[in-house]
């Protein structure tokens, strides 16, 4: 099977991933608590002395330097801008913690039926193309490199002709019908 294999997440940033931890999600390299609420009401302003926007991320809730591309704590790139001094709604850090575990084992598992005994084996993500000839989408698919199994679509595009026709003769493969993590087998 072609494809890359993925890096780890970029961030050197300690996150926890502690579901216990009920902190406020605070970078006080840019942000701080509102002096004038108790802590409890979870309200940061960001600080006035930011030379740029701030950015908040949508998932998690941390806030970052507007130069990052994705957030560093959960990779996630959908996030908002905040200028200096502008109040935000601070997340808890267990609210999105389970998204800081790295995942090292597939999910793709197989069940000895007489035994019950659970066969596991180490995840190792690529990237592979894929081409959906009925709607004429091209996609990178993340798949295991071991097993196969499917676990989402990135990158989408409309595809080329090209791509089509490679598709049609099974030099690009089409899309997994099912996800593992879906309640469905890959």
Known sequence: ??????????????????????????NEDVA???PYKEPEAGIGITNK?????????????????????????????????LNPDTRFSLTP????SQSNKKVEECWNIEEDALSGAIKKHPLEMIEVPIVNVSTG??????????????????????????????????????????YVGCGNEA
Request: aromatic content about 4%; overall charge positive.
């Open 49 to 81: 002395t930011n030379k740029s926007p701030v950015k908040l991320c949508k998932y998690c809730g941390a806030q970052y330097d507007s130069k990052e591309k994705v957030c560093p704590d959960c990779n996630s790139p959908n996030s908002r801008s």
């Open 93 to 96: 850090r267990n609210v999105t």
């Open 137 to 178: 989408e091209w996609h990178k698919e993340t798949r295991c490199k071991r097993c196969g199994a499917a676990y989402t679509k990135i990158e989408g595009r409309a595809a080329t002709s090209e791509e089509i026709e490679l598709a049609k003769t099974g030099k690009i493969s089409p899309p997994t019908q099912h």
């Open 1 to 26: 099977m072609e494809g890359e294999a993925l890096s780890d997440r970029p961030s050197d940033r300690r996150v926890s991933s502690d579901l216990s931890d009920n902190s406020w999600r605070l």
């Open 32 to 34: 701080h608590l509102h």
